[in-house]
Protein backbone atom coordinates (compact mmCIF):
# COMPACT_ATOMS: atom_id res chain seq x y z
CA UNK A 1 0.00 0.00 0.00
CA UNK A 2 0.56 3.62 -0.30
CA UNK A 3 0.46 5.95 2.75
CA UNK A 4 -0.16 9.83 1.32
CA UNK A 5 -0.06 12.74 3.41
CA UNK A 6 -1.04 16.36 2.44
CA UNK A 7 -0.36 19.75 3.75
CA UNK A 8 -2.28 21.72 4.50
CA UNK A 9 -5.19 19.94 5.07
CA UNK A 10 -7.55 23.29 4.68
CA UNK A 11 -7.14 26.51 4.14
CA UNK A 12 -8.89 29.81 3.91
CA UNK A 13 -7.57 32.05 1.44
CA UNK A 14 -8.63 35.57 -0.50
CA UNK A 15 -9.64 35.80 -4.09
CA UNK A 16 -7.13 36.76 -6.48
CA UNK A 17 -3.63 34.88 -4.19
CA UNK A 18 -2.42 31.36 -4.89
CA UNK A 19 -2.47 28.24 -2.72
CA UNK A 20 0.19 25.39 -3.25
CA UNK A 21 -0.77 22.15 -1.87
CA UNK A 22 2.12 19.58 -0.89
CA UNK A 23 1.50 15.83 -1.41
CA UNK A 24 4.41 13.30 0.24
CA UNK A 25 4.10 9.50 -0.47
CA UNK A 26 5.93 6.77 1.83
CA UNK A 27 7.10 5.31 -1.50
CA UNK A 28 8.53 5.97 -4.62
CA UNK A 29 5.63 5.94 -7.43
CA UNK A 30 5.98 6.40 -10.80
CA UNK A 31 2.67 8.05 -11.44
CA UNK A 32 1.16 10.98 -9.53
CA UNK A 33 -2.23 12.10 -10.20
CA UNK A 34 -4.49 15.49 -8.33
CA UNK A 35 -8.15 15.77 -8.21
CA UNK A 36 -10.63 18.34 -7.32
CA UNK A 37 -13.86 17.64 -5.61
CA UNK A 38 -16.11 20.67 -5.87
CA UNK A 39 -18.97 20.38 -3.27
CA UNK A 40 -21.22 18.06 -3.17
CA UNK A 41 -19.60 16.71 -6.41
CA UNK A 42 -17.58 13.63 -7.66
CA UNK A 43 -14.00 13.62 -8.24
CA UNK A 44 -12.57 15.32 -11.47
CA UNK A 45 -8.67 14.24 -12.19
CA UNK A 46 -6.98 17.88 -13.22
CA UNK A 47 -3.63 16.61 -13.97
CA UNK A 48 -1.23 13.41 -14.15
CA UNK A 49 2.28 14.10 -13.05
CA UNK A 50 5.28 11.88 -13.30
CA UNK A 51 8.55 12.45 -12.35
CA UNK A 52 11.18 14.34 -15.20
CA UNK A 53 8.23 15.36 -17.09
CA UNK A 54 5.89 17.98 -17.68
CA UNK A 55 2.17 17.37 -16.43
CA UNK A 56 -0.45 16.25 -18.43
CA UNK A 57 -3.42 18.24 -18.01
CA UNK A 58 -7.08 16.93 -18.82
CA UNK A 59 -9.76 19.01 -20.77
CA UNK A 60 -11.03 21.94 -18.96
CA UNK A 61 -7.34 22.77 -16.87
CA UNK A 62 -4.50 24.57 -17.77
CA UNK A 63 -1.05 24.74 -16.61
CA UNK A 64 -1.17 28.61 -15.92
CA UNK A 65 -4.18 27.92 -13.74
CA UNK A 66 -2.84 24.72 -11.80
CA UNK A 67 0.90 24.56 -12.12
CA UNK A 68 2.12 21.37 -11.02
CA UNK A 69 5.55 20.23 -9.80
CA UNK A 70 7.15 16.55 -9.66
CA UNK A 71 10.82 16.91 -8.02
CA UNK A 72 11.21 12.99 -7.22
CA UNK A 73 9.77 10.38 -6.78
CA UNK A 74 7.77 10.65 -3.49
CA UNK A 75 6.59 14.04 -3.74
CA UNK A 76 4.84 16.93 -5.57
CA UNK A 77 3.02 20.05 -5.14
CA UNK A 78 -0.50 21.73 -7.10
CA UNK A 79 -0.59 25.48 -6.98
CA UNK A 80 -4.19 26.96 -7.64
CA UNK A 81 -3.71 30.47 -8.98
CA UNK A 82 -5.56 33.51 -9.03
CA UNK A 83 -8.13 31.91 -6.70
CA UNK A 84 -11.96 32.74 -7.16
CA UNK A 85 -14.54 31.56 -5.13
CA UNK A 86 -15.34 29.25 -7.84
CA UNK A 87 -11.91 26.88 -6.78
CA UNK A 88 -13.29 26.37 -3.63
CA UNK A 89 -13.29 22.33 -3.53
CA UNK A 90 -11.58 19.49 -1.74
CA UNK A 91 -8.03 18.81 -4.09
CA UNK A 92 -6.52 15.33 -3.64
CA UNK A 93 -3.79 13.76 -4.94
CA UNK A 94 -3.10 10.07 -5.71
CA UNK A 95 -0.85 7.65 -6.80
CA UNK A 96 -0.76 4.05 -8.19
CA UNK A 97 0.47 1.38 -6.05
CA UNK A 98 2.92 -1.54 -7.71
CA UNK A 99 2.03 -3.16 -10.40
CA UNK A 100 -0.14 -6.38 -8.79
CA UNK A 101 -0.99 -8.17 -12.44
CA UNK A 102 -4.73 -7.56 -12.97
CA UNK A 103 -4.88 -4.38 -11.46
CA UNK A 104 -3.05 -1.57 -10.36
CA UNK A 105 -4.36 -0.05 -6.71
CA UNK A 106 -4.79 3.77 -6.55
CA UNK A 107 -4.15 5.18 -3.40
CA UNK A 108 -5.86 8.56 -2.49
CA UNK A 109 -4.59 11.35 0.23
CA UNK A 110 -7.20 12.58 2.58
CA UNK A 111 -7.25 16.09 0.64
CA UNK A 112 -6.99 19.69 1.17
CA UNK A 113 -10.15 21.67 1.44
CA UNK A 114 -9.78 25.05 0.23
CA UNK A 115 -12.22 27.98 0.68
CA UNK A 116 -11.97 31.36 -1.56
CA UNK A 117 -13.61 34.28 0.46
CA UNK B 1 -12.86 4.30 -20.18
CA UNK B 2 -16.13 3.08 -21.16
CA UNK B 3 -19.36 4.38 -19.39
CA UNK B 4 -20.73 2.85 -15.39
CA UNK B 5 -24.55 4.07 -14.57
CA UNK B 6 -25.22 3.80 -11.00
CA UNK B 7 -28.20 4.78 -9.03
CA UNK B 8 -27.91 8.38 -7.52
CA UNK B 9 -28.66 6.84 -3.83
CA UNK B 10 -29.50 3.96 -1.94
CA UNK B 11 -30.77 3.08 1.36
CA UNK B 12 -29.96 0.14 3.88
CA UNK B 13 -30.96 -0.77 7.05
CA UNK B 14 -27.65 -1.58 9.60
CA UNK B 15 -26.93 -4.80 9.88
CA UNK B 16 -28.99 -6.07 6.07
CA UNK B 17 -27.50 -6.86 3.26
CA UNK B 18 -26.77 -4.11 0.80
CA UNK B 19 -26.92 -4.97 -3.60
CA UNK B 20 -24.94 -1.75 -5.17
CA UNK B 21 -25.88 -2.26 -9.25
CA UNK B 22 -23.77 -1.20 -11.85
CA UNK B 23 -24.30 -1.00 -15.64
CA UNK B 24 -21.35 -1.28 -17.95
CA UNK B 25 -23.19 -2.01 -21.56
CA UNK B 26 -20.36 -0.65 -23.27
CA UNK B 27 -17.28 -2.43 -21.54
CA UNK B 28 -14.55 -4.29 -23.89
CA UNK B 29 -12.81 -7.69 -23.26
CA UNK B 30 -10.30 -6.42 -21.47
CA UNK B 31 -12.15 -3.87 -18.78
CA UNK B 32 -11.78 -4.96 -15.04
CA UNK B 33 -14.67 -3.59 -12.91
CA UNK B 34 -13.33 -1.72 -9.94
CA UNK B 35 -14.93 -0.77 -7.05
CA UNK B 36 -14.12 2.61 -4.59
CA UNK B 37 -15.81 3.61 -1.99
CA UNK B 38 -15.57 7.28 -0.18
CA UNK B 39 -16.08 7.67 2.98
CA UNK B 40 -17.33 11.42 4.33
CA UNK B 41 -14.73 13.82 4.73
CA UNK B 42 -12.03 11.10 3.51
CA UNK B 43 -10.34 10.38 -0.19
CA UNK B 44 -11.22 7.35 -1.95
CA UNK B 45 -10.28 3.61 -0.98
CA UNK B 46 -10.48 0.63 -2.98
CA UNK B 47 -12.82 -2.15 -2.35
CA UNK B 48 -12.91 -4.71 -4.91
CA UNK B 49 -12.21 -5.92 -8.40
CA UNK B 50 -13.33 -8.92 -11.09
CA UNK B 51 -12.74 -9.66 -15.09
CA UNK B 52 -15.32 -12.35 -15.13
CA UNK B 53 -15.78 -14.44 -12.25
CA UNK B 54 -17.86 -13.46 -8.83
CA UNK B 55 -14.87 -12.43 -6.05
CA UNK B 56 -15.23 -11.83 -2.23
CA UNK B 57 -12.70 -10.19 0.10
CA UNK B 58 -12.95 -8.83 3.60
CA UNK B 59 -14.74 -6.01 2.52
CA UNK B 60 -17.30 -7.33 0.05
CA UNK B 61 -18.62 -9.19 -2.53
CA UNK B 62 -18.57 -8.44 -6.08
CA UNK B 63 -21.07 -10.54 -8.31
CA UNK B 64 -20.61 -10.24 -12.27
CA UNK B 65 -23.49 -10.39 -15.40
CA UNK B 66 -22.45 -13.53 -17.33
CA UNK B 67 -22.67 -11.21 -20.51
CA UNK B 68 -20.49 -8.80 -18.27
CA UNK B 69 -22.89 -5.69 -19.35
CA UNK B 70 -23.55 -5.38 -15.49
CA UNK B 71 -22.12 -6.11 -11.70
CA UNK B 72 -23.44 -5.65 -7.80
CA UNK B 73 -21.50 -5.07 -5.26
CA UNK B 74 -22.35 -6.94 -2.21
CA UNK B 75 -22.44 -5.59 1.45
CA UNK B 76 -23.32 -8.70 3.37
CA UNK B 77 -24.26 -6.87 6.60
CA UNK B 78 -24.30 -3.07 6.61
CA UNK B 79 -22.99 -1.16 9.45
CA UNK B 80 -23.27 2.54 9.66
CA UNK B 81 -19.15 2.76 8.78
CA UNK B 82 -20.58 1.82 4.94
CA UNK B 83 -22.27 4.97 4.60
CA UNK B 84 -20.27 6.21 1.66
CA UNK B 85 -20.22 7.29 -2.04
CA UNK B 86 -19.62 4.48 -3.91
CA UNK B 87 -18.04 4.19 -7.29
CA UNK B 88 -17.92 1.50 -10.29
CA UNK B 89 -15.26 2.07 -12.63
CA UNK B 90 -14.43 -0.04 -15.70
CA UNK B 91 -10.65 0.03 -16.08
CA UNK B 92 -8.59 -1.59 -19.23
CA UNK B 93 -6.44 -4.02 -18.39
CA UNK B 94 -3.47 -2.68 -20.96
CA UNK B 95 -3.57 1.06 -19.53
CA UNK B 96 -4.24 -0.61 -15.79
CA UNK B 97 -1.78 1.96 -14.39
CA UNK B 98 -3.71 4.99 -16.16
CA UNK B 99 -5.80 7.22 -13.92
CA UNK B 100 -9.33 6.38 -12.39
CA UNK B 101 -11.62 8.02 -13.96
CA UNK B 102 -14.42 8.55 -11.44
CA UNK B 103 -18.29 9.00 -12.20
CA UNK B 104 -21.20 10.15 -10.09
CA UNK B 105 -21.22 7.23 -7.37
CA UNK B 106 -24.10 5.68 -5.36
CA UNK B 107 -24.22 7.71 -1.98
CA UNK B 108 -25.58 4.85 0.32
CA UNK B 109 -27.03 5.90 3.43
CA UNK B 110 -27.03 3.21 6.66
CA UNK B 111 -30.06 3.70 8.84
CA UNK B 112 -29.94 2.56 12.66
Known amino acids: SAVISQKPSRDICQRGTSLTIQCQVDSQVTMMFWYRQQPGQSLTLIATANQGSEATYESGFVIDKFPISRPNLTFSTLTVSNLSPEDSSIYLCSVVGADRGSYNEQFFGPGTRLTVL | DAKTTQPNSMESNEEEPVHLPCNHS???????IHWYRQLPSQGPEYVIHGLTSNVNNRMASLAIAEDRKSSTLILHRATLRDAAVYYC?????????????FGPGTSLSVIP
Open chain 2, 89 to 101: ILRDLKTSYDKVI
Open chain 2, 26 to 32: TISGTDY
